[in-house]
């Protein structure tokens, strides 16, 4: 046989002989049949096909466990308790997890494959979350660089009953790919929205350079869209004591302050507790929802709003009190309200925000387990 | 015609006399970057042991029963890097399959041992010097351990140097490449003891 011919035809046949050999290995040796995922001691019993990560097996059978990164292993949000055996951690779950978590056997399910029946547990609210479906009925510019996009769910998720959350939780807004960004992103979002609206969920998202989702929202998506969102998530939300309440926020951190308030005004509740309001910003044109705030502050007497400009423009003309969030909190605290009153702290900001006002909490009394807050980097 | 070499004796001197790394300086992109940590240097010797002997074997079968009564000894290159890549692909299914742990030891290794030219290399030099099944057994495994020895050796001596006091501008791979070349020297020493070609 010729040598042109006999040359690539061995190159083939060995390829295709060795990739034969790999499919057929892939067959034996992934094949590992019906798996049985046991989820908070016999609750929920789901019969799955074993071979791919937990997070990916338990999305497909609709439990949907907090994920920013889509499973990649670089946000550790899927958090989930593993009672039986799947061997020893691996070194991309480690950097997630402390000593504690590991000791009791917390994985992060996108890092699990699921080989054998696996005993999980799950906090129960999780059984509550669902992907929805939907569509843009409305975005709205808050300032240059925050947008409110008010979504509303399908006909058939409205007509299952709709979205269920207690203010202060947040969804994840499911990015497609777009431009250079191949691949679907998921982040997290407080929502603006109250409960007593089910057929709408309203998130305030403020563009962050570089950001996938941030970019995308501000850049692409339009009114009539349709897009996805998975929640709701977390735990932050007020608690229900009588303490005095001091929410602190800054930018876009105004989102699951707006649904409380709104639920407030809605429902009735929390009205015999003092609530008191730090919004701080740059300056005007960082500052949104101003007039809506100070109307919430006429109609309840318990609601005090404070916002606050860190550096006003002369053109401003700004009457408020000047100055960082957290000087502008800590004289209040020391000036108007009262020391011995029992009080809680509700954050929502930058980590940096965060962290600043949780010092001028604890200085003032507030100790550190009566403090909450949803920290987004 | 195979060159009468006792396996026995191949292998001893494909560790000490003629080290795939050190006598041929194969290997060596591995070998510098991985030497920093001990742990790894463990699993990654281990994983080119594993490979080494089991790519040399089936590069064997493939030499002998296809390359060589087909005349394409012009396609050797190709068709081994093809069973390298292949080997390692099963290999890894199984290992994970088999025992996790294992597979959880040689984590990122396992696969980044594709592109590995010391078993590339060692592979041609079974065919240059046309061994029979068991010297190339014994060859593949020898080449690997003796990989493997050196690694581990380098990663020793890294862990030292680590806290000696080197100037600024030789500090990383600067020092690690001249400590390497003391070692080879180190290692000719081995090869008045035997010849093996």
Request: with cysteine.
């Amino acid at each position: 046989m010729h040598p042109l011919i006999l040359g690539p035809l061995v190159v083939a046949l060995v390829s295709s002989a060795l990739a034969f050999l790999i499919s057929l290995t892939d067959r034996v040796v992934n094949d590992y049949g019906e798996v049985q995922i046991d989820i908070n001691g016999g609750k929920k019993l789901l019969k799955v096909r074993g071979g791919s990560p937990l997070l990916g097996t338990l999305a497909f059978e609709n439990i949907f466990l907090p994920s920013a990164c889509g499973g990649r292993g670089s946000c550790g949000a899927c958090k989930v308790k593993v009672r039986s055996d799947v061997g020893p951690h691996l070194p991309t779950e480690l950097p997630y997890l402390n000593s504690q978590e590991v000791a009791q056997n917390v994985r992060l399910a996108c890092q699990v494959k699921l080989k054998k029946d696996i005993s999980i547990e799950i906090p129960e609210a999780l059984f509550n979350i669902k992907k929805f479906k939907t569509t843009v009925e409305r975005i709205r510019d808050l300032t240059y660089d925050i947008k409110e996009v008010y979504l509303r769910l399908s006909d058939a998720a409205i007509a299952d009953g709709g979205i269920s959350f207690t203010p202060g939780q947040y969804a994840q807004l499911v990015t497609p790919p777009y431009g250079d960004v191949k691949e679907s992103v998921q982040r997290a979002y407080s929502m603006s929205s109250t409960p007593q609206d089910r057929e709408h969920i309203e998130l305030l998202i403020r563009l962050v350079p570089g950001g996938i989702a941030t970019t995308y929202v501000h850049t692409r998506l339009k009114e009539g869209d349709t897009i996805e969102v998975v929640g709701p998530f977390g735990e932050f939300g007020v608690r229900d004591t009588k303490a005095l309440m001091v929410f602190v926020a800054g930018g876009s951190g105004m989102a699951p302050f707006k649904s409380m308030l709104n639920h407030m005004a809605q429902t009735g509740a929390w009205q015999d507790r003092d609530i008191w309001y730090f919004f701080g910003a740059r300056s005007k044109r960082d500052m949104f929802y101003l007039e809506e705030m100070e109307e919430l502050g006429k109609r309840f007497s318990n609601f005090h709003f404070v916002p606050a400009l860190s550096e006003p423009k002369p053109e401003d003309n700004w009457t408020g009190p000047v100055g960082l969030i957290t000087n502008v909190l800590d004289s209040y605290f020391k000036e108007r309200m009262a020391p011995d009153v029992p009080k809680e702290g509700y954050l929502c900001g930058s980590p940096g925000m965060i962290d600043a006002c949780i010092k001028v909490m604890t200085n003032n009394g507030i100790t550190t387990d009566k403090i909450y807050y949803d920290k987004f980097a | 015609m195979s060159p009468a070499i006792n396996p026995i004796i191949l292998f001893f001197a494909s560790i000490f006399t003629s080290n795939i790394l050190l006598a041929n300086f194969l290997g060596m992109c591995s070998f510098i970057s991985i030497s920093k940590d001990q742990k790894s240097s463990f699993g990654l010797g281990f994983a080119v042991t594993i490979v080494m002997t089991i790519t040399m074997v089936a590069s064997w079968v493939v030499l002998k029963l296809i390359i060589e009564p087909l005349n394409l000894d012009y396609l050797s290159f190709i068709i081994f890097i093809i069973v390298i890549a292949a080997i390692v692909q099963i290999l890894e299914m199984v290992i994970d399959r088999v025992s996790p742990a294992l597979y959880m030891a040689l984590g990122i290794f396992l696969p980044l041992i594709t592109v590995n030219c010391a078993i590339l290399g060692a592979i041609l030099f079974m065919q240059i010097r046309n061994y029979d099944f068991f010297q190339t057994l014994a060859f593949g495994i020898g080449s690997g351990a003796g990989w493997w020895l050196a690694i581990m050796l380098l990663a020793s001596i890294r862990k030292r140097i680590d806290v000696a006091p080197v100037s600024a501008g030789l500090k990383g791979p600067g020092i690690t490449i001249i400590t390497i070349g003391f070692m080879a020297m180190a290692f000719i020493g081995f090869s008045g003891m035997l010849n093996v070609q």
